[in-house]
């Protein structure tokens, strides 16, 4: 079973993200995606994937991301958060988890990252050429006091950041072979311009075979900002929208919903969270 959401525009940030389950029966699973704006501004976004299948993953997965969302509240670095994240799930009985999370300024458009025992990204300049991101750090849930190192990349328009759990890589049981498609397809259909690149890329990866893991893309596009400068509409930066942005910016945001400490969801977490 497959599931897309259309996500909202705002002005020079898109995010696109897609979701195929291996279970046809139920939406349970370990695999989730998530983008929300802080408090303080900024966009924290995260995706993972946690061990196993059904409800006890589910019920990880759900921790994970909760801890990811507390903990961004009080301190937007992703190193921090993943920390913080790694030290919820050691307690009780929950099972272990991969992740990445990053945070983007808006204002000067500085992508900060970390990654917890995932398959790393992949970054796709405004050139059209697609890279493997560096990544380091343990698994949440592994071990008490894991470190996770956040990475900086400096993003600009027309670039592309594609994140994704390794079901898509592990499709035909050979991951090395399933990174080296992953990067062949992302060159080869040009996805930075596409309206929807997490489906195009689900779509020419698996090809309408059923995976054997649960799925997960989610990509965050980069665009020049339609009313000038570097600023994101509905959202508090360096700089200022004009009065006809803001009115765009929430209509394109419309309703989100409330987490903890007032944080504003965008709406963008997979159906099964």
Same mark, same amino acid.
């Given at each position: ?55 006890? !993953?589910?019920? /990880? ?5 909760? #801890?990811?969302?507390? &903990?961004?509240? @009080?301190?937007? *670095? $992703? %190193?921090?958060?993943?920390?913080? !994240?790694?030290? /919820? ?5 929950? #099972?272990?988890?991969? &992740?990445?999370? @990053?945070?983007? *300024? $808006? %204002? ?25 991101? $560096? ?139």
């Amino acid at each position: 079973m497959e599931k897309q959401h259309h996500f909202p525009t705002i002005s020079n940030i898109r995010l696109s993200a897609t979701y195929s389950s291996a279970d046809t029966q139920s939406l349970a699973g370990g695999d989730w995606y998530d983008a929300f704006e802080l408090p303080q501004g900024g966009v924290m976004f995260s995706i993972g994937d946690a061990v196993g299948h059904g409800i006890e !993953a589910s019920m /990880t997965m759900s921790r994970a991301r909760q #801890a990811i969302i507390g &903990a961004a509240l @009080g301190n937007g *670095d $992703p %190193g921090f958060v993943l920390a913080r !994240a790694n030290e /919820t799930l050691m307690t009780g009985e929950a #099972a272990f988890a991969t &992740a990445i999370c @990053g945070y983007i *300024d $808006p %204002g000067t458009l500085e992508l900060n990252y970390a990654t917890a025992g995932h398959p790393s990204g992949i970054f796709m300049d405004k050139s059209g050429v697609a890279k493997i991101l $560096p990544h380091n750090g343990a698994p949440l849930g592994v071990e008490h006091g894991s470190c996770y190192p956040t990475f900086k990349l400096t993003v600009s328009h027309d670039s592309l950041l594609i994140l994704f759990t390794d079901g898509l890589l592990e499709y035909d049981h050979d991951i090395i072979e399933g990174e080296r498609r992953l990067l062949e397809v992302v060159n080869y259909i040009g996805v930075q311009r596409l309206a929807n690149p997490a489906r195009a890329i689900m779509e020419a990866i698996l090809k309408r075979r059923k995976a054997p893991d649960d799925v997960a893309i989610l990509t965050i596009a980069f665009r020049d900002c339609p009313m000038g400068g570097a600023k994101i509409c509905g959202l508090r930066t360096n700089g200022r929208c004009s009065a006809r942005c803001r009115k765009r910016g929430r209509a394109l945001i419309g309703s989100p919903t409330l987490g903890g400490a007032g944080v504003r969801n965008w709406r963008v977490q997979a159906p099964f969270a």
